[in-house]
């Protein structure tokens, strides 16, 4: 009986160890699994970034390994601003005197001449100014003969100086008078000989003071026109130029004389050519920002206005910078990367049976790469200026040819921006 007491409690312990034993074992494989997971995860995030490619990859497709050059690449400014006219090419047109228009002789976006008449003004003021000259004139014409008598008798010595002194005194008054009514005339545009012969006006021209083309025109017919409130202005775009907002980190840079290619969104992003004349002293408001002003070559082949927004390239000449080939770039979710070697492994050469082929692929030299994103600047002559945007090693060797390649393998083959 004892023995038999001994014998079952021997198979319970063997039972119970065996379920621990399992339960580790289930545990391990557990564990192993969930590393497994982690390992193949954090192998797949690496692989977005490094890519493997075999010597005989490389060959196929043309990939070639360089490094970074200094390359002397034109520098640029990029500056926005607006177009604009010179004061000298745009002008308001006013009236000297108040006045009710009777006509207007022109049309908003009219081409118009110096001189020539866009309205007519009327008021009752102009008759009585006209009827004003001609009493002045007939007072003046007596005040000469009455100087010239006075000076007759002072010679034959009939007369006295007080009286000539007095005349005197008085033909300068109504010289001057006389003189004054005439420029008034003459800056209404009425001709003073006209009104001496009697013949009066009751409306006076107003005339375009330059050449351009009409604007905004501000008032109808039968208005009371103002004097300090424009009828209408006119702006002359044959000497438009560009006034650009170049900020203090680049203005030490700018300069008079320099090259300056604009881009107009309304000309199809054509480029058109220009050259920088001047630059302002004092900064725009607080945006601390100078406004330089550009010439516009040929201004009149285009099609410019006043006011139209521009995107400038300022040329500020020659610099030794970092670049690489055009096709070393790929662009890849908005951003700009190249590729980076960082080394290099000889594949085991002997092969199972049943995977030989798969052995003779891998067999031979391979190559990682690491994608690093740059921030890119000029291109010419077929190189770009790149700026890492982390720190590389010195010597680096980078993918100069197919790139493009490159990326498309690390995303399965697919297409890439």
Not at 136 to 157: G, I, P
Not at 173 to 179: D, F, R, T, V
Not at 283 to 299: L, M, P, R, T, Y
Not at 370 to 392: A, R
Request: charged share 25%; proline share 2%.
């Amino acid at each position: 009986m004892k023995q038999f007491k001994h014998k079952i409690a021997l198979i319970v312990f063997l039972i119970s160890f065996g379920n621990i034993f399992l339960l580790s074992c289930g545990s391990s494989s557990e564990k192993e699994e969930k590393k497994e997971s982690v390992n193949e995860k954090t192998s797949e995030e690496k692989g977005n970034d490094i890519i493997e490619l075999s010597e005989e990859q490389l060959k196929a497709v043309g990939i070639t390994i360089g490094s970074l050059e200094q390359k002397n690449l034109n520098a640029v400014v990029k500056a926005s601003g607006q177009l604009a006219v010179p004061p000298q090419n745009r002008a308001d047109v006013n009236v000297l005197m108040g006045g009710i228009v009777q006509k207007i002789s022109a049309l908003e976006g009219q081409a118009v001449s110096k001189g020539q008449t866009v309205a007519w003004l009327e008021n009752q003021e102009f008759v009585k100014m006209q009827q004003e000259y001609l009493t002045t004139k007939s007072a003046f014409a007596y005040t000469q003969e009455e100087l010239k008598r006075q000076k007759e008798l002072n010679e034959a010595d009939a007369g006295t100086g007080k009286v000539l002194q007095q005349v005197q005194a008085n033909y300068n008054a109504e010289k001057a008078k006389l003189l004054g009514l005439e420029k008034q005339l003459q800056q209404l545009s009425i001709n003073p000989e006209s009104v001496s012969n009697g013949n009066f006006v009751t409306q006076i021209p107003i005339i375009a003071p330059i050449s351009g083309t009409v604007g905004h025109i501000s008032v109808n017919t039968g208005t009371f026109a103002e004097t300090g409130k424009p009828l209408m202005e006119i702006i002359d775009n044959s000497q438009i130029h560009c006034d650009l907002i170049v900020f203090e980190k680049d203005l030490f840079k700018v300069k008079v004389g320099q090259k300056v290619n604009f881009i107009l969104t309304n000309q199809n992003n054509q480029e058109i050519q220009g050259e920088i004349y001047g630059i302002n002293k004092s900064f725009e408001d607080q945006s601390k920002g100078i406004i330089v002003h550009s010439i516009i070559k040929d201004a009149s082949k285009y099609k410019l206005i006043q006011g139209m927004y521009v995107t400038a390239l300022i040329d500020i000449g020659n610099q030794l910078t970092t670049a690489v080939p055009v096709d070393a770039l790929v662009r890849s979710e908005g951003k700009d990367y190249i590729y980076m070697l960082i080394g290099t492994e000889e594949k085991d050469k002997e092969a199972d049976s049943e995977k030989a082929d798969d052995k003779k692929k891998e067999a031979g030299k391979h190559y990682q790469f690491k994608k690093v994103e740059v921030v890119t600047g000029v291109t010419e002559l077929g190189y770009t200026q790149v700026t890492p945007v982390e720190e590389l090693p010195q010597k680096v060797q980078i993918v100069t040819k197919g790139a493009f390649y490159v990326l498309s393998k690390s995303k399965g083959g697919g297409e890439e921006e």
